[in-house]
């Protein structure tokens, strides 16, 4: 009996552990299947970054099994979860493609460059605008597929100009002292602005310096170049002088950035070409508007044109990169036609220089008057300076916006820079 008993109990643990086994490969076939088909991003927007994305799957012609999974993540959780995977080493929970700002991007590449996966050979970067390449590469490698441009310009209400015996033309390709000028002639016609200002962000610093070939560091993009950055001096100087002189209104989020020039309270706007659905959204205004190049900072070799914002891929270096990779050369990376639609559908802006001799880039906008809106900024889009944005833009500003406050309340330029120098000094060591 015993014997019989023991060769019963042999065959049971025998038969369990061949299921067990059986089970555990159907799940790690289940789980390969799920990596190689289904493709993960983290993305902001639903009407900007994720249509595009949504778009771009739709006009993959890679493997016919490809699925791509769009999270949403506003872009500081992004900025945080990144941070917190990437730190604990174990690539855990993260995405295949992650859209960065290019801003934030080198903070992530210098980190932790091996946890990015080297785009060089999935598109030519010489078919990008130039100014994308630096903050999207490290150490001679192309890390980021540079996606949207933040190539500004300064939308102008035509009918507020010519109240004021302005035409467009009296606008187009000046500097930020002749833009000061203009805007007094409509504060006294009209008792309007020329243009928001909000002293807790200074985006439109991030304009006049980069129009000016300078950031808030140097080349290397890590030392702090502030104390003796005469862009920045100057920046400063018209930034208080806008202030001063009431050609600048005030606010303070963005909803109030919104009302300001959909309400009819101010007659330019520089910034982004991302903003010109927010513009168009006050249907009552179309035909009303027009776009010139952005103002340029006086001082020599500036020129009129710069940019704000602007983000772009990454694939990460987990299981799948090389399908997320082929996903975005196919697409981003070398899809002229899939540009024509990313315009037309999504409304974005791309980079990719080819795309920009397409029939969607040179069509003409009612609601501008019938200008070809697109195609302009498409050109101004190539002369942009390119500058190291580094690790450390936000951490800068944080610094900067305080000695704003200092600088506007009557505190010398010279001491305000310097002082700036020190603590960005003390941070960043």
């Given amino acids: 009996m015993k014997r019989i008993f023991f060769l019963l109990l042999t065959m049971i643990l025998i038969t369990t552990a061949c299921a067990s086994g059986s089970s555990n490969k159907n799940e790690g076939k289940n789980a390969t299947n799920k990596g190689n088909n289904e493709i993960t991003a983290w993305a902001w927007d639903p009407k900007f970054n994720i249509a595009a994305l949504k778009l771009a799957e739709d006009n993959y012609t890679g493997d016919e099994d490809f699925k791509l999974k769009v999270i949403e993540n506003g872009q500081p959780d992004i900025v945080q979860k990144l ?67 933040g190539v500004t310009g300064l939308y102008v209400r035509t009918d507020m100009l010519k109240d004021a015996g302005l035409s467009v033309d009296d606008v187009r390709d000046i500097d930020w002292d002749q833009f000061i000028t203009i805007g007094k002639t409509i504060r006294d016609k009209s008792g309007k602005g020329f243009l928001t200002l909000d002293p807790n962000d200074l985006g439109t610093i991030r304009m006049m310096i980069q129009s000016a070939g300078s950031w808030y560091l140097k080349e290397d993009g890590v030392t702090p170049n502030l104390a003796d950055n005469k862009a920045l001096k100057e920046a400063f100087r018209v930034y208080k002088t806008l202030l001063d002189e009431k050609v ?97 559908e999504v409304g974005a802006l791309g980079t990719y220089k080819p795309a920009t001799d397409g029939e969607a880039y040179k069509s003409s906008d009612d609601f501008f008057g019938g200008q070809k809106v697109v195609e302009d900024f498409s050109k101004w889009m190539s002369e942009i300076p390119g500058v190291n944005y580094g690790m450390h833009t936000y951490a800068i500003e944080d610094i900067l916006i305080a000695e704003m406050q200092n600088y506007l309340s009557g505190k010398n330029i010279d001491d305000v820079m310097n002082d700036a120098q020190k603590q960005a000094e003390a941070q960043l060591k």
Avoid: C, H
Wanted: charged share 20%; proline share 5%.
């Fill in 248 to 344: 600048a209104v005030t606010t303070s989020d963005w909803s109030q950035f919104l009302a300001a020039f959909n309400n009819g309270d101010i007659a330019g706007v520089p910034t982004g070409n991302w903003i010109t659905p927010s513009i168009k959204a006050e249907e009552s205004q179309s035909g009303k508007w027009a776009v010139v190049p952005i103002p340029r900072l006086p001082v020599a070799g500036a020129v009129n044109a710069s940019n704000l914002g602007g983000s772009s891929f990454y694939v990460l270096n987990i299981d799948g990169k090389e399908k997320a990779a082929d996903f975005l050369g196919k697409t981003f990376g070398s899809n002229k036609d899939f540009y024509q639609k990313l315009v037309k």
């Fill in 83 to 149: 941070n917190t995977g990437l730190s604990s080493g174990t690539m855990k929970g993260m995405p295949n493609i992650v859209l960065i700002e290019d801003y934030r991007a080198q903070s992530f590449l210098q980190a932790y460059p091996d946890a990015f996966y080297d785009l060089s050979q999935t598109f030519d970067t010489k078919d990008f605008a130039d100014y994308k390449i630096a903050p999207t590469s490290f150490n001679g490698k192309q890390y980021g597929l540079p996606f949207d441009t």
